[in-house]
């Protein structure tokens, strides 16, 4: 079954997003960088790429040769726009490599930091993961030609589907924050999360109090509430109720409480028997 976006989770992300200041801050200097060097000539490819791969840790590891070959690609664009992110990402393999590999996440930030956000999403672990969760078993259109043109595909499903106002930037700020919110959320200090988000997680100022929902246990830890919706907020209450022997019976009912509050808010009553959304594998939590 598909579990569609609400316009107060992406509300909620916004607002999130403009109190991490490192993202907010990062996403503003790539946004000098495109206006300062528009052109594809060799000297932005080199800036761009390492940029890219250094702030949003892309894990390209021949920098200099993804630049190149950057550099190359824009010279001699695909007929189809399509095609465009699938022509970076596959990097020519160096002598001697035998493992071919594709650079998704790269060739999607490059894009749609330096060519267009309105058209280019990222395409990241997490955004992938929650598209995925969002469509639900069955719900994803497959191109195993182009994985990156189904990734586009399946997220425009994704927007259709939630009925909401919001550009691709807002709904992979959203697909960022709550990817990590999950897997935080199920591993607790194991998962591999971005250190400003998991300072964001932990939050429980009043300030935060709107975006996230405080909830007592072995560890006072705080939940994106207004992102993850009423689902994980009974999940948490059951970790903490689990994990905790002397967690108070009064905090458990008070963090269902909130779920049953914010049901209408958030999800349709029926999406509360959704499953969890499988672990993420992430390599990094950086963006």
Known sequence: MAIPIAQAQIDAANRLHVRCAQWSSTDRAFERLATGSPGWDRESCILK??????????????????????????????????????????????????????????????????????????????????????????????????????????????????????????????????GQYRDWLKKGDEAITNGELRGLFEDATVEVGRDTVPCPGKRR?????????????????????????????????????LAARSQALYLQPDLLAQTECSSLHASSATR
């Open 49 to 178: 790429s390492a940029v890219i791969n250094d702030l949003y840790s892309t894990r390209v590891f021949a920098i200099w040769r993804m630049a190149e070959h950057l550099t190359h690609v824009m010279a001699n664009r695909p007929a189809d726009e399509h095609d465009l992110a699938e022509a970076i990402a596959s990097l020519p393999n160096a002598e001697g490599d035998a493992v071919e590999r594709r650079h998704w996440s790269f060739a999607s930030k490059v894009l749609h930091f330096f060519v267009d956000g309105d058209r280019y999403p990222i395409c990241d672990s997490f955004c992938r993961i929650m598209v995925a969760y969002h469509l639900g078993l069955g719900g994803r259109v497959p191109d195993a030609g182009n994985p990156y043109r189904a990734f586009m595909a399946n997220l425009e499903r994704v927007r259709e589907l939630s009925n909401i106002d919001a550009s691709l930037r807002d709904l992979d700020r959203y697909m960022w924050l709550v």
């Open 221 to 257: 830890q705080s939940l994106c509430g207004a992102l993850a919706g009423p689902r994980s907020l009974a999940r948490r209450a059951e970790l903490n109720e689990g994990r905790s022997p002397g967690h108070p019976p009064a905090a458990h009912q008070r963090c269902l409480g």
